[in-house]
């Protein structure tokens, strides 16, 4: 209670201009007492002007005379001695970033108040005349402000108490008088009243769709939960079978548990990357409710007016007003219909990899004679897992956008003919005038002077082909193609579809039937897949991108890249980098 006491003394014997305790005090004929040093600077300052006292306003015909009140300079010694302190603590003082009182002489404090009739801000002691006066207590405070000159009318000088609505900006009472005469104008707080209104309508979208995408968030939960219990069912199924043919089987069993935790992790992956860009959404929606908020409580009319327009409109969803579940197999569905219809959500039971146990099961029943030909339908099986694209990716319109899909390719050296030389890490064939040494393999093409990559495609993916010379075939194509023979050729059976280019003409081949097109030459193609959707897209690269082809079909298997080089001597082909 003693140190309140203190508090409350220290105010009561501060000077309401230095804010510090009084020194030399004289008391004017309103009754204030201050410093004489500052009441005189005050007056001094103000000299064209009447005097008058800095806390009540009362103005005097002729500065009076200033005489020491030695009782009350008694009182503030004797005080002093007892432990009063006159600056106030530093956390009262306005930093770089506050608002400073405009009455504060010396050192400023900060201003708790700014009035919008007086265009000026007050820290508390000085702001005390607006509470106490009764003309003053007439005047529009609001929150400390920096900007009130931007109230003030730059042609005239007034306050901007109107608005524009022709010209769409705040001008005083004269403006309508000529600069802006016959316009559609109103008061500023008339025109706040509408645009809070818009303001509160955007902002319940902005609430809604907050609460959609959290919604969904909880499903994507829910999905990926349900993709770990599935995948971790299936791998369980799956050994125990296995386990029965562990001396046949057991490095395929290790190449399906592989593949089936990487098409798991795919699919989680896709679900948590969808999961974080609603989240972003949903951040970006607060922080824009919340600009809105903080907007939509200021005070003063004008600064709300003058800030409104920065507030950039609110765009429409881009991924969360549909987006469906795609089934695990034929009969079980996950279906999530658009929230922004007030539709109902239903989720129907998945079902685990069943088609994968399946499909080792006939593996067990067959055995190693229809090994390879059965290992196909497990891929497919595992790869066929697709939750969240039930409809395909929209094709890109530019490269930026193909190049966001794009993969890097490398060359299978198991499959390249001895004629084609290997380099560039793999990514580039070059026609030789010798055969090149390599070892013999099952899957090296004898036939024609072609090469496939060593990557599994599904999903979406770009790539790029630089070609150089003649008779160069940019093509996809199942892993299980014949390797020798006139049908191992890409185009020349149902197993591979491709872009013949020659100097002045292109040629689309597939089951050994040719299509003739016309596009403009260059020495690069690039190739746009999306295996779930059955596209494969040629396009010609240069300056821009011409579609050269389009094949729209159902795939069966994962696809390959690959590359045909005509057999004469320097012609080239190399899978471009695109990262």
Not at 513 to 533: C, E, K, N
Request: glycine share 4%.
């Amino acid at each position: 209670m003693a140190q309140k006491g203190d508090q409350l003394d220290q105010e009561t014997f501060s000077c309401s201009i230095c804010l510090e305790i009084l020194k030399d005090p004289v008391a004017i004929p309103c009754g204030h007492s201050y410093c004489m040093n500052c009441i005189k600077s005050y007056w001094d300052e103000g000299e064209k002007k009447l005097p008058s006292c800095p806390q009540c306003r009362r103005t005097f015909t002729q500065k009076p005379e200033l005489v020491k009140n030695t009782m009350l300079a008694a009182l503030v010694e004797q005080l002093k001695k007892t432990g009063l302190q006159g600056a106030p603590a530093d956390h009262c003082y306005a930093g770089p970033e506050d608002v400073a009182c405009d009455f504060c002489s010396g050192r400023k404090l900060k201003a708790v108040k700014s009035c919008l009739v007086c265009m000026a801000s007050y820290c508390k002691n000085h702001l005390q005349p607006h509470h106490d006066v009764a003309p003053l207590k007439k005047h529009k405070l609001v929150d400390p402000s920096k900007n009130l000159q931007d109230n003030i009318c730059p042609r005239h000088g007034e306050v901007m108490k109107m608005f524009c609505r022709t010209d769409q900006k705040c001008i005083c009472y004269i403006c309508p008088v000529d600069e802006h005469k016959g316009h559609d104008t109103v008061s500023a707080a008339a025109e706040r009243t509408e645009r809070q209104r818009e303001m509160e309508v955007s902002r319940q979208q902005i609430q809604q769709e907050i609460q959609d995408r959290e919604k969904y968030v909880k499903l994507l939960q829910q999905e990926v939960e349900a993709i770990n219990q599935s995948a971790d069912k299936t791998v369980e199924d799956s050994e125990e079978i296995f386990t029965e043919l562990i001396s046949l089987l057991q490095k395929r069993s290790s190449d399906m548990k592989q593949q089936i935790r990487s098409q798991q992790e795919t699919e989680v992956r896709r679900v948590r990357e969808l999961e974080e860009k609603l989240q972003q959404e949903i951040s970006d929606l607060k922080r824009r409710d919340a600009e809105m908020k903080q907007l939509s409580d200021t005070e003063d009319h004008n600064q709300f007016l003058h800030n409104y327009p920065s507030l950039s409109p609110l765009s429409e969803s881009t991924h969360s007003s549909s987006i469906s579940i795609r089934p695990l197999t034929h009969s079980s569905s996950i279906s999530i219909r658009p929230l922004t219809h007030s539709s109902s959500i239903s989720i129907r039971p998945l079902r685990y990899f069943q088609d994968v146990t399946d499909a080792v099961s006939e593996v067990r029943g067959r055995l190693q004679d229809i090994l390879r030909d059965t290992w196909t339908n497990i891929s497919l099986a595992i790869t066929d897992v697709d939750v969240l694209l039930s409809q395909p990716e929209p094709e890109p319109k530019s490269r930026a956008g193909f190049l966001k899909y794009s993969c890097e390719i490398t060359l299978d050296p198991n499959t390249v003919h001895r004629q084609l030389l290997l380099s560039e890490e793999n990514r580039k064939v070059t026609v030789m005038k010798k055969y090149q040494s390599y070892p013999s393999h099952p899957d090296r093409f004898t036939k024609w002077s072609q090469v496939l990559s060593r990557e599994s495609l599904t999903g979406c993916h770009y790539w790029e082909v630089k070609k150089k010379g003649d008779g160069v075939s940019v093509a996809v194509s199942y892993k299980n193609i014949s390797r020798s023979g006139d049908e191992s050729g890409f185009g020349y059976n149902d197993k591979s579809w491709s872009l013949y280019c020659t100097s002045d003409r292109y040629g689309f081949w597939y089951n050994n039937i040719g299509t003739s097109i016309s596009g403009p030459q260059s020495s690069r193609i690039g190739v746009y897949l999306d295996h779930r959707a059955g596209v494969v897209s040629f396009y010609s690269v240069s300056g821009t991108m011409t579609l050269l082809h389009r094949v729209q079909t159902s795939f069966t298997q994962p696809l390959h890249a690959g590359v045909y080089v005509d057999n004469t001597v320097g012609n080239s082909a190399e899978f471009c980098k695109l990262k």
